[in-house]
């Protein structure tokens, strides 16, 4: 095995499984951490892969005669009568930067019009389960993916995302390819924050600038409200939007669209505001990437009031017109996507909108239609393969949370006790941000359940909802010493027994996956 690895030092090659094992488990006797095989990547530079010393993961680079963009410690190792340069390195934002700009593999990228996933992780571990179970699938994946609110709630920031989600990345050998999506972002300031951090994939949610009461607004109101529209930054009057649509017909695919007065001022009253401050954080981000390429999703799904076709139709011409670019789109379907739970509601007639919001996206762009609250919406999978193929993204996000539950409720009933009392605690004020329905005389008293029968309740419909809505308050929980209460002593289980994570990750994201491997 020295021979291979001085071989591969001076010529560097793709390893064969057989071989990356073999020279991981050298190396692992060699610098006594455990080194991860599939991370292993020889380069002219060097071999990089990472290690694991205890709980602690590090950065390891083996070379002639080191890198020094790398912080960390530097040991020589004499092999066969040759001096070589060991590099221990922390997981720092600074080794990570460093490590994209060597291996570009590890960089985040825009992904296209192809069907895919949004991963969220709001712990920071959970990226190598999700690359075990999307490498058996088609969907390509959005591994960095946190709103601004979810970092808030956590006490991330968007580089801790970004870098997290990469180094499970690297631990895997991820090699083809990856998003970051810096999702629900409301102002030009969380952009910023998010475009310093690396991302490329940018949720702009304008959803303080829906109006949700135009549906029921009388004439005299309406009007009123199409008149305090932001006409500037629309760039255009209503004289000339009324000879755009009315008495026009609109044909998207096998449908025909119409506006009526009332059909037009209600969709400009009730999307016009968000349609301008889209543009606007478009035109912001546009500037600040420069010639960095990156991606764009308009998001409205967390609004009242369904988006019907027209008021889709509306939102994606006006966008063009403004000469915003965007990769997705997320309308307010019908019925009820609550969070952590199957959807909710008539598929009959979820499946008729659908079809006509995939002939809006397919005619108006093509762009990908995006599923937000995605997570364990198992009856439509089947609906958006079929009739969206590779116009779909589906974003998920506190399932991987609840899967990290799980493996605590396995793992240490005791722990898993204390957050179930805590989150009954939380809930009724927790919820309040939230689509959710859960009624808290459904959960049990921890002391109510034997440890064996813990885990089944993440599969019990309330259960699930409390425990999903008050992730949160779980993480920034303190006690009277200003200690976390739950967040190190949950990370510590995680890592201690990291495979069994990675394994309830693996077999749970794939049902969310396998629905849209048929061709």
């Not at 990156?294 to 019907?308: G, K, R």
């Amino acid at each position: 095995m020295v021979t291979v690895l001085q071989t591969l030092l001076q010529r560097p090659r793709p390893l064969a499984e057989i071989d990356r094992a073999a020279l991981a488990r050298f190396l692992t006797d060699l610098i006594r951490q455990q080194v991860y095989p599939a991370s292993l990547e020889p380069t002219s530079e060097g071999v990089f892969f990472l290690a694991r010393d205890g709980r602690e993961k590090r950065l390891g680079i083996l070379s002639e005669a080191g890198l020094h963009d790398f912080e960390g410690a530097r040991h020589q190792l004499s092999l066969d009568g040759r001096t070589l340069i060991f590099q221990s390195c922390p997981l720092t934002a600074a080794n990570a930067r460093a490590l994209r700009q060597h291996l570009a593999w590890t960089a985040p990228r825009p992904l296209g019009l192809r069907a895919s996933v949004g991963c969220g992780d709001r712990l920071g571990l959970a990226t190598p389960g999700h690359v075990r179970a999307v490498r058996k699938h088609k969907l390509a994946p959005v591994f960095a993916q946190q709103s601004i609110r979810e970092m808030t709630r956590t006490g991330r920031t968007p580089q801790q995302v970004l870098d997290e989600a990469m180094w499970g990345v690297f631990q895997e050998g991820w090699r083809q390819g990856y998003g970051a999506d810096a999702d629900h972002l409301k102002t030009e300031e969380d952009a910023d924050r998010c475009i310093e951090a690396g991302f490329t994939f940018f949720t702009i949610d304008p959803s303080a600038y829906v109006d949700n009461e135009v549906d029921t607004a009388d004439a005299a109101t309406l009007e009123a409200k199409v008149a305090a529209l932001p006409w500037d930054a629309l760039e255009t009057t209503l004289a000339d939007l009324r000879r755009a649509y009315l008495g026009q017909h609109f044909q998207v695919g096998p449908y025909e669209l119409s506006f009526e007065e009332r059909t037009l001022l209600q969709a400009l009253a009730k999307y016009g505001g968000a349609i301008a401050h889209t543009a606007r954080v478009y035109r912001h981000i546009a500037g600040r990437m420069g010639n960095r390429p990156f991606e764009l999703e308009m998001s409205v799904d967390e609004t009242e009031v369904p988006t019907s076709p027209a008021e889709h139709f509306f939102v994606a011409r006006e966008l063009q017109r403004l000469g915003v670019r965007w990769i997705s789109l997320a309308p307010r379907f019908v019925g009820r996507l609550e969070k952590g739970v199957d959807y909710i509601g008539d598929l009959e007639e979820f499946e008729a909108h659908l079809k006509l919001h995939v002939a809006i996206a397919r005619t108006l762009g093509p762009y990908k239609l995006s599923l937000h609250s995605g997570s364990d919406k198992f009856a439509l999978y089947p609906l958006f393969a079929r009739h969206a193929g590779e116009l779909f993204h589906l974003k998920t996000a506190g399932t991987s949370y609840l899967e990290a539950l799980r493996a605590v409720a396995e793992l240490d009933p005791p722990l898993f006790r204390e957050i179930l009392d805590f989150a009954r605690d939380r809930y009724e004020t927790d919820r309040a941000t939230y689509h959710v329905s859960a009624l808290l005389e459904r959960v049990p008293k921890a002391s109510d359940v034997p440890d064996d029968a813990l885990p089944a309740l993440l599969e019990q419909f309330d259960t699930r909802q409390v425990l999903h809505v008050t992730f949160g308050s779980v993480l920034t929980a303190t006690d009277a010493d200003g200690r976390p209460r739950f967040r190190d002593r949950l990370l510590a289980v995680l890592q201690e027994n990291e495979e069994t994570y990675y394994r309830l990750l693996e077999a749970h994201f794939d049902r969310h996956l396998a629905p849209f491997d048929a061709k």
